[in-house]
């Protein structure tokens, strides 16, 4: 009798360990993160690569404490995490942030304005808004020569140019224009200020720098 209620004891006090073990919010994030489908475009043939870093980096995953080795796959939009030894995908509609920590870098779901969700690495973070900017990487199918003029181009993956945006608190994003007219009427009632600012500091409207510098002076308004 007494061997059986040891038994007992110490099998209550086996599952009370492994459930203090285990993170309820890590769990909720692991159930987030999907399979990788090995017929995706990116297991192909082809030229480039459809990610901005060659290896997995140290990141933090909001809403969990742990450190997981992470890379952005800038062709598909989805962070990718190696999870016991297995690459599984999380994509930007779980809205979590993702933090590199060697790199300063740090990756924020917005939606655009078709109401998709995608990431966009924060390069200033305000009170009135967010710069922030939308790296994009497309992939590219061969290219038959049509005649002995033309040359053969492999399948490729390409990154296209960085497009700059504002985020909002609601996390939305507006695409800033390279038109200076558009340009200015994004920050409102404050349009004028700002033209003013940049006109003043010589400011060039697509240099990532002096984006920065606007933004900083627009939270000051």
Same mark, same amino acid.
């Given at each position: &009798? ?15 360990? $492994?459930?203090?073990? =285990? ?6 994030? #692991?159930?987030?993160? /999907?399979? *990788?489908?090995? /017929?995706?475009? $990116? ?11 060659? /290896? !997995?980096?140290? +990141?933090? *995953? ?16 989805? &962070? ?13 509609? $779980?809205?979590?942030? #993702?933090?590199?920590? /060697? ?18 690495? #924060? ?5 009135? $808004? &967010? ?34 945006? &504002?985020?909002?608190?609601?996390? @939305?994003? *507006? ?8 340009? !200015? ?8 200020? *700002? ?13 990532? +720098?002096?984006?920065? @510098? ?5 939270? =000051?308004?």
């Amino acid at each position: &009798m007494f061997l059986k209620v040891l038994k007992s004891l110490l099998f209550s006090c086996l599952i009370a360990i $492994s459930a203090f073990g =285990q993170d309820p919010i890590d769990i909720e994030f #692991v159930n987030r993160l /999907n399979v *990788i489908k090995s /017929n995706d475009v $990116s297991w192909g043939d082809y030229q480039g690569s459809p990610y901005l870093e060659k /290896n !997995y980096s140290p +990141a933090k *995953i909001s809403a969990t404490d742990n450190i997981y080795s992470v890379k952005y796959n800038a062709y598909t939009d989805k &962070m990718e995490v190696i999870l016991n030894g297995v690459v599984k995908a999380l994509h930007p509609r $779980s809205n979590y942030t #993702v933090e590199f920590i /060697n790199k300063n870098k740090v990756y924020k779901v917005f939606s655009n304005n078709k109401g998709e969700k995608g990431y966009f690495v #924060v390069l200033f973070e305000g009170e009135k $808004s &967010m710069l922030l900017v939308k790296e994009t990487i497309n992939f590219y199918k061969e290219v038959k020569p049509k005649s002995g003029y033309d040359e053969y181009e492999p399948p490729q993956f390409k990154r296209e140019k960085d497009r700059f945006y &504002m985020g909002l608190k609601d996390a @939305t994003s *507006i695409l800033l224009s390279n038109k200076k007219k558009d340009f !200015y009427a994004t920050f409102g009632e404050f349009s004028e200020e *700002i033209k003013k600012f940049v006109k003043s500091e010589k400011l060039n409207l697509k240099d990532q +720098a002096d984006l920065i @510098t606007i933004f900083n002076y627009y939270d =000051q308004l």
